[in-house]
């Protein structure tokens, strides 16, 4: 007999947009949820995400105008994941994940809205689409949290500017014609000034944007609903009943915990990715390998799914979702950044190996890109790599951590972040790679630039090349020359931005043992459920889609209500 301390109906470990969903879709459906999120701020990942959401068929497309084709997104997926495609799970998240939005949408403070030019990252297969399955959350005002703010996770400092000031690419660039236009120099003293008075209140601005909005609003949804919280709850232990899982020990203030969990315990502990153990064993150059996942992300999840019975899936493509990290280590603390979409797509910047040599297409996305680091470790080796460009295009688009004009660079040249030199032949020479190698390399690249066409790579050749180039230059937005001196390298590291490996669930987010059977009360969403798109990264929002699709799905089956059944009694 079990002396239980607390109750809820449903308890969910990790307070990312999965857990979150869960809670508040719970709460919906009139059930007690308690969320326990193991770090002091709320938000997990996601709060330090790009917050986009990855939903094909969703309303807003239609509504757009621009209809998502029956069929198209599953044929996509189809080639994307191969031999990994779990048909059952791909299935019941296209069909579902259009629910999924429509709820938050009107149900709760969560407003996500299509962007309509957004191709997905294999652009030119069959059932691609070039705009409208990614999503992104609305900017919301942190004021709106009260003391829930402070207990927000904030985003990456490397991200903000001013102190805490969140911006988008849109703001840098009326930032820097502030004093060449008047619609730019009015944005930028409205988010100016709106950042000042917030200082006045808060550590940093409570204007967010990107994941931290859909965190916030998430949040403030969960709260509205009546769902509990309680971080600093290190949950050690699942406890079962008869095989069902009926509740949660934690450590809790310093106290052990024994919480009952009525109608089942829902694990979004974010993944194992920044667990060293299991990156040595599941990731490829573990040892050089940079995680930008949370310090919470360690696999807690994973490890009390094996303890009640379930199991972990095994990843065919990638345990995690890769990204190329570079790392600034000034004042003896590393910061990393990773090198998503602000830089490597940009015209003028071209990525080597450390025989000179370029590797791959700079412009495709960050998962395939650190894949090209794999396949180059025969001839270079590219791990590590360098990202190669000029004073122009430093002052226009930034590079990594270092950001344009008119941001000073001094600072990460001092730290050795940024490599600087007057000539091509001294920028070999400190980085390491032969100079008539690189001096060919860089040549090659400038009369690609001038035709317009990269007969090695094909950088800006594909519509979502082009989406991130820059489309005020020509020929080609992705290639542009790199003749300016002073010219100026990073170095590059494979690493990720999360999970892919988890556990193993069935369409209900139901975990499941070794026989395909469901443990009983369990479920798994987020990170810890072994991703649906078996390593692969098809498009921009594919962990935070799913994630909350089967938070959803989770609750509502908790409730008694599933998805599942709700389309049957539609239909009915």
């Known amino acids: 007999m079990i002396n239980w301390?607390?109750?809820?109906?449903?308890?969910?470990?990790?307070?990312?947009?999965?857990?979150?969903?869960?809670?508040?879709?719970?709460?919906?459906s009139g059930l007690d949820a308690l969320v326990l999120e193991k770090t002091d701020r709320i938000g997990g990942s996601t709060a330090i995400s790009g917050g986009v959401v990855w939903v094909p068929g969703n309303r807003g497309m239609a509504e757009a105008g621009a209809p998502d084709p029956p069929g198209a997104a599953l044929r996509y997926l189809e080639q994307v994941i191969g031999p990994a495609l779990r048909r059952d799970m791909i299935e019941t998240y296209v069909r579902v994940s259009?629910?999924?939005?429509?709820?938050?949408?009107?149900?709760?403070?969560?407003?996500?809205?299509?962007?309509?030019?957004?191709?997905?990252?294999?652009?030119?297969?069959?059932?691609?689409?070039?705009?409208?399955?990614?999503?992104?959350?609305?900017?919301?005002?942190?004021?709106?949290?009260?003391?829930?703010?402070?207990?927000?996770?904030?985003?990456?400092?490397?991200?903000?500017?001013?102190?805490?000031?969140?911006?988008?690419?849109?703001?840098?660039?009326?930032?820097?014609?502030?004093?060449?236009?008047?619609?730019?120099?009015?944005?930028?003293?409205?988010?100016?000034?709106?950042?000042?008075?917030?200082?006045?209140?808060?550590?940093?601005?409570?204007?967010?944007?990107?994941?931290?909005?859909?965190?916030?609003?998430?949040?403030?949804?969960?709260?509205?609903?009546?769902?509990?919280?309680?971080?600093?709850?290190?949950?050690?232990a699942l406890l079962s009943d008869g095989g069902a899982v009926i509740g949660a020990e934690a450590?809790?203030?310093?106290?052990?915990?024994?919480?009952?969990?009525?109608?089942?315990?829902?694990?979004?502990?974010?993944?194992?990715?920044?667990?060293?153990?299991?990156?040595?064993?599941?990731?490829?150059?573990?040892?050089?390998?940079?995680?930008?996942?949370?310090?919470?992300?360690?696999?807690?999840?994973?490890?009390?799914?094996?303890?009640?019975?379930?199991?972990?899936?095994?990843?065919?493509?990638?345990?995690?979702?890769?990204?190329?990290?570079?790392?600034?280590?000034?004042?003896?603390?590393?910061?990393?950044?990773?090198?998503?979409?602000?830089?490597?797509?940009?015209?003028?910047?071209i990525a080597v190996n450390s025989a000179g040599r370029r590797f791959v297409n700079e412009a495709d996305s960050y998962h395939d890109f650190v894949e090209g680091m794999y396949r180059d470790q025969g001839d270079g080796p590219a791990i590590p790599a360098w990202l190669i460009a000029d004073s122009r295009f430093v002052r226009k688009y930034g590079l990594g951590l270092v950001r344009p004009a008119p941001f000073s660079k001094r600072g990460f040249i001092r730290s050795g972040y940024l490599v600087s030199a007057r000539t091509i032949d001294e920028l070999a020479a400190k980085v390491g790679v032969p100079k008539a190698q690189l001096a060919a390399t860089i040549e090659a690249a400038n009369q690609a630039a001038a035709t317009g066409f990269d007969p090695a790579f094909g950088k800006g050749s594909s519509g979502y090349n082009r989406y991130l180039g820059d489309a005020s230059h020509s020929p080609n937005p992705c290639l542009g020359p790199i003749r300016t001196p002073p010219f100026h390298a990073v170095r590059i590291w494979p690493g990720d931005i999360g999970a892919a490996r988890g556990i193993r669930t069935d369409v209900e987010a139901r975990v499941l043992d070794a026989h395909d059977e469901p443990v009983r009360g369990l479920y798994a969403c987020g990170n810890d459920m072994h991703s649906i798109m078996g390593g692969s990264y098809p498009a921009g929002g594919i962990t935070l889609g799913p994630a909350m699709t089967f938070g959803f799905i989770a609750a509502r089956h908790a409730a008694g209500n599933s998805p599942r059944g709700s389309e049957k009694e539609k239909t009915a």
């Open 251 to 349: 450590v809790i203030g310093g106290e052990t915990v024994r919480i009952r969990a009525r109608r089942g315990v829902v694990l979004a502990a974010g993944g194992g990715a920044a667990n060293a153990h299991i990156r040595a064993a599941h990731v490829p150059h573990a040892d050089v390998h940079l995680s930008m996942a949370p310090e919470g992300s360690a696999g807690d999840g994973l490890a009390l799914a094996v303890a009640a019975g379930g199991t972990i899936g095994e990843t065919v493509a990638n345990a995690v979702f890769l990204t190329p990290v570079s790392v600034d280590a000034a004042g003896g603390k590393r910061t990393l950044f990773p090198h998503l979409i602000l830089d490597r797509q940009k015209p003028g910047l």
């Open 98 to 236: 259009p629910e999924m939005v429509d709820w938050f949408n009107s149900q709760s403070a969560v407003r996500l809205v299509p962007r309509m030019y957004a191709p997905d990252y294999q652009s030119e297969l069959d059932g691609a689409s070039q705009g409208g399955r990614a999503l992104d959350p609305l900017e919301y005002d942190g004021r709106k949290l009260g003391r829930w703010f402070d207990r927000l996770r904030a985003p990456l400092p490397q991200t903000m500017i001013f102190g805490g000031m969140m911006v988008s690419r849109a703001d840098i660039d009326h930032l820097q014609r502030a004093f060449r236009s008047w619609t730019s120099f009015r944005h930028a003293v409205r988010i100016l000034l709106g950042h000042a008075r917030d200082r006045l209140r808060f550590a940093r601005g409570a204007r967010l944007l990107a994941g931290n909005a859909l965190a916030a609003r998430l949040l403030r949804s969960a709260v509205d609903r009546g769902v509990r919280f309680e971080t600093g709850a290190d949950v050690t």
């Open 5 to 28: 301390d607390r109750e809820a109906d449903l308890v969910v470990v990790g307070s990312g947009a999965a857990g979150m969903s869960a809670a508040i879709v719970a709460a919906a």
